[in-house]
């Protein structure tokens, strides 16, 4: 298969004229048609509702376009909460799912009325203190430890992961929660990250569904919510398959027919909170080969760095990279792309197979619509880009305007660009 941009080589020449290269460019209409898709996925669920993992793409413009179907945030921090409240998503719209919490980042959850995720069980006294009581809706986050599989493929590893309460932790919690006054009960987890299969939602949803009859049986507590978390992933590379989200849909609803309606659970609400399956196909980062280098590898130098798309530095992961115009072109050179900060590991690829690139071409380095931009730091000195909304009409907004050095020194009061201390 191939992989191709959503935005066609005559567009982006007319878009870099506006927004010079680099910026990350996102498309309004595949975010879109997926948000309703997975809106109708989970249709069969009266109280089904998807809190967007706000880390994964922090951006106010994005964020109400998802609003627009529903969607709420889910936030893990004090600015991720004021960001949500600044675009009027407050009460039960935000899911509070952080840990190692600040007592304020607890309060202002709290004054904004949110749900609030515990990730551990000293947590609830903590925040006991922290507010001055118990929510009467919580939720605790839960980890079985061990090694998390479908079938025979290691999915991941919860027993090695920071996150969640242990089950037997989780039973104490519900009660002592219960004697606190804690009326509406949530269960969350989340067990494996970026995963390519359908079976990952479903198989999930069997393993927090079983507990929740059980910690219903046990406890008493009134399961209001399972919140499945994020994890659903996306074909970065060619060959992969992308998920299908009606199948996984359909799969987590035969199991609430199995495991919670018999048990007369049929009244639970199923949360998600997906970053990286909301808006990672629909973006890319924009950039312009500037140089190119022979040396003991070839070379070709672009005008991005590690700064505006980490991922392949800390991770080695994969981002399929399209030389536009040239789509077509046998990939017949083998190539390091790479950026210009003093670390040897800001390459976009290496040993990539690509088309002849030549100094002026513009590269798309795809699906970078989640956990690109955000993840991104001023290392070297070098300034965050924009963010450009290609919008469905073929127009393009400004979301999010590039940092200038203004901003790089704005955290140095005593320092003015351009002068010398002026304390
Ligand atoms: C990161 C995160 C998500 C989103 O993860 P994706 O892989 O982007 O779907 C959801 N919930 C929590 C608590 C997270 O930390």
């Not at 993992?53 to 951006?59: D, L, M, R, S, W």
């Not at 672009?302 to 991770?315: H, K």
């Not at 450009?388 to 999010?400: A, F, M, N």
Request: charged fraction near 25%; aromatic fraction near 10%.
């Amino acid at each position: 298969m191939t992989k191709r941009p959503f935005v066609t080589k005559e567009q982006l020449e007319e878009i870099v004229k506006e927004y010079p290269t680099p910026f990350h460019l996102y498309d309004e209409k595949g975010i879109r048609r997926n948000a309703q898709a997975l809106k109708e996925a989970f249709a069969w669920n009266k109280g089904y509702r998807e809190y967007f993992a706000v880390k994964a793409t922090p951006n106010p413009f994005l964020m109400e376009i998802l609003k627009e179907y529903g969607c709420g945030s889910d936030c893990s921090s004090y600015t991720e909460l004021m960001l949500s409240d600044a675009v009027g998503i407050s009460g039960e719209g935000i899911m509070f799912s952080s840990n190692d919490t600040p007592a304020e980042d607890f309060q202002l959850a709290d004054r904004l009325g949110a749900i609030i995720n515990l990730d551990d069980i000293t947590h609830i006294e903590f925040l006991e203190k922290a507010i001055g009581r118990i929510p009467e809706t919580i939720s605790c986050r839960y980890n079985p430890g061990g090694i998390f599989k479908i079938s025979n493929d290691i999915m991941d590893n919860p027993g090695d992961a920071k996150y969640g309460m242990t089950t037997e932790q989780i039973f104490e919690a519900f009660k002592i929660l219960k004697a606190k006054g804690a009326k509406e009960f949530g269960i969350h987890a989340f067990l494996a990250s970026n995963t390519v299969t359908n079976d990952y939602y479903p198989l999930l949803a069997k393993v927090l569904f079983e507990l929740a009859v059980k910690l219903h049986e046990e406890t008493g507590a009134h399961i209001k919510f399972i919140n499945l978390s994020g994890g659903i992933g996306i074909p970065y590379k060619p060959d992969q398959e992308p998920n299908d989200i009606r199948v996984i849909g359909e799969g987590v609803r035969q199991v609430y027919e199995e495991v919670l309606v018999p048990a007369g659970m049929g009244d639970v609400a199923i949360y998600t909170e997906l970053g990286r399956f909301m808006l990672g196909p629909y973006g890319c980062l924009v950039t312009r080969a500037v140089h190119e280098k022979h040396t003991y590898k070839e070379y070709i130098g672009v005008d991005a760095c590690a700064a505006n798309l980490m991922r392949p530095a800390i991770y080695g992961a994969y981002h399929h990279i399209t030389v536009m115009g040239k789509e077509d072109a046998p990939c017949d050179h083998l190539y390091d792309v790479t950026g210009s900060l003093c670390e040897n590991s800001d390459k976009f690829a290496v040993d990539r197979h690509l088309p002849k690139i030549d100094i002026g071409d513009l590269l798309v380095i795809h699906d970078t619509g989640a956990h690109g931009f955000s993840m991104g730091y001023n290392y070297n000195g070098k300034l965050r880009s924009a963010e450009v909304l290609l919008k469905e009409d073929g127009s393009t907004q400004l979301i999010r305007r590039a940092e200038t050095p203004k901003d790089y020194f704005a955290t140095f009061d005593c320092f003015e660009i351009g002068k010398k201390l002026v304390k």
